[in-house]
């Protein structure tokens, strides 16, 4: 168990809809990422935040959306969803909001989003 | 930019077999090196990490070096189980705080 925490585990939606994925990052980490897996892009960031603010930022489309709350809790928004954004998507966690000497990342199990 | 090049599986193997996925790296200054884990059903799992050259990260009898001069972090593993079977992921973070990860090496292991 990593720590990271995250619901739904899975989740069955149409086209067209929006759903909200919702993570909480181990205790006393700051940042929050967010990675899609799918099988034909593999593992891609998408965003991260610090302490509330944004950090970096990936290959997250203008359809999704992301921020993280005073409890440091994060929600991914995914919106007009289309058949191709069906993947597992993972939030992540650590400490430091930089790189340093091995700035360990720690993931979720992820949730599967799959859109019909 | 960075980049992670992982070996294309799948790898089978016996059980009690030697393991070696390889794994090499493009990127800008001094990266710090992961090998994580994917068990069928479940999330990733970092296994192992190497911060600077020549370290070695070890883990459940998992062992890779950084290997600057050759850019490459290749995973090892003296003698596989059938709970190994996983997919295995390269991965890197330098001077940015997210990791670039390789492609995965899915490992199948047979009794």
């Known amino acids: 168990d990593s720590g990271v925490t995250q619901t739904p585990k899975h989740l069955i939606t149409a086209t067209g809809q929006r759903v909200t994925l919702r993570c909480s990052p181990r205790?006393?980490?700051?940042?929050v990422y967010w990675y899609q897996q799918s099988l034909d892009q593999g593992l891609q960031f998408l965003i991260q935040?610090?302490?509330?603010?944004?950090?970096a930022k990936g290959n997250i489309l203008e359809r999704f959306s992301a921020q993280q709350f005073p409890d440091l809790h994060s929600e991914l928004n995914l919106s007009s969803l289309e058949l191709g954004d069906s993947a597992l998507y993972f939030c992540?966690?650590?400490?430091?909001?930089?790189?340093?000497?091995?700035?360990?990342?720690?993931f979720g199990e992820g949730s599967w989003l799959t859109v019909v | 930019g960075d980049s992670v090049t992982q070996m294309e599986g799948p790898v089978t193997l016996s059980e009690e077999a030697f393991l070696t996925i390889n794994c090499t790296y493009t990127?800008?200054?001094?990266?710090?090196l992961f090998w994580y884990v994917q068990y069928p059903g479940e999330g990733l799992q970092l296994l192992l990490k190497?911060?600077?050259?020549?370290d070695k990260g070890s883990n459940k009898g998992f062992e890779a070096t950084y290997r600057k001069e050759t850019t490459s972090f290749h995973l090892e593993k003296g003698s596989v189980q059938v709970s190994d079977s996983a997919v295995y992921f390269c991965?890197?973070?330098?001077?940015?705080?997210?990791?670039?990860f390789g492609k995965g090496t899915m490992l199948l292991v047979s009794p």
């Open positions: 990127a800008t200054g001094y990266p710090s």
């Open positions: 991965a890197l973070n330098s001077g940015y705080s997210t990791l670039t």
């Open positions: 205790s006393g980490d700051l940042s």
């Open positions: 935040y610090y302490n509330g603010e944004e950090r």
């Open positions: 992540a966690s650590s400490v430091a909001g930089t790189t340093s000497s091995g700035n360990t990342i720690y």
């Open positions: 190497a911060t600077k050259a020549d």
